[in-house]
């Protein structure tokens, strides 16, 4: 048995997101998936219509079997943080710890202090339903402050496949997971990431997760956390952190 932690990346799109896995590697084993029906992961049903968040979470849990993972973090980031949170939730006794980056407790996006932006939400929606691969190569990369190049953004057009775009993009990011009641049920040490300068997750939003859960530990950083290099030594520190008094 490995004394290397484990990372199970529920992703929140596809995996390609996260361009720091090699960095991951290097200290952890890393797990990942491809959401049902992107890339070669077949989609249940066959129709895109039976695409939900639901089984985003099965699929994650498929994974955590497959591998016979009995301990392990569960790390996500910006929409696929509602999935990560149920599938560390069905598995709640395994997990050492949790990361969430672009932080929130849940997806609102009106009232005050609403987590996501709704005028830059429902401008992303538009542009899904007008223009598929517009959406993927420039409108994610602004509403991301520039987090994701226009070359890596060819990697998510040639991974997710147009029919599924717009249902993907309304079920992930809907507003149907309690994820701050749900934390509340966890006993484990959680590493909260903001992303300095997001279009689409609110200052508030993240404030009132850390204020809700003021033990967890905060790293802010300029890029989504999915690729930046400073979340992913924030999460090499967090995770040995939390492992250390078991692997001494």
């Not at 199970?8 to 596809?14: D, E, K």
């Not at 939900?52 to 993972?69: D, F, M, P």
């Not at 599938?87 to 609403?114: Q, T």
Request: aromatic share 8%.
């Amino acid at each position: 048995m490995s004394d290397r932690p484990r990372l199970l990346i529920v992703p929140a799109f596809t995996e390609v997101e996260w361009s720091t896995r090699r960095l991951l590697e290097e200290w952890a084993e890393v797990a990942s998936f491809e959401l049902p029906g992107v890339g070669d992961e077949p989609l249940p049903g066959s129709e895109v219509a039976s695409f939900s968040r639901e089984l985003v979470v099965e699929r994650g849990l498929q994974e955590l079997v497959r591998r016979n993972w009995d301990r392990f973090f569960v790390v996500a980031d910006g929409e696929g943080i509602a999935a990560a949170v149920g599938v560390a939730d069905a598995r709640k006794r395994d997990v050492r710890g949790l990361a969430l980056g672009h932080a929130k407790l849940s997806f609102r996006r009106d009232g005050d202090r609403a987590p996501i932006n709704g005028e830059v939400w429902s401008a992303m929606a538009q542009l899904v339903q007008q223009d598929y691969v517009s959406f993927l190569r420039y409108g994610i990369p602004q509403a991301t402050h520039g987090s994701f190049d226009e070359e890596h953004a060819q990697r998510i057009i040639d991974r997710f496949p147009r029919e599924l775009g717009e249902i993907a993009w309304e079920r992930l990011g809907r507003d149907d997971v309690p994820i701050g009641e749900l934390l509340e049920g966890f006993d484990c040490p959680m590493l909260f990431a903001k992303h300095e300068g997001c279009l689409m997750s609110t200052d508030e939003g993240f404030e009132d997760a850390v204020a809700a859960f003021p033990s967890a530990r905060t790293v802010a950083v300029d890029e989504a956390p999915a690729v930046s290099e400073e979340f992913a030594e924030a999460l090499r520190s967090f995770c040995l952190d939390v492992e250390e008094p078991e692997m001494s």
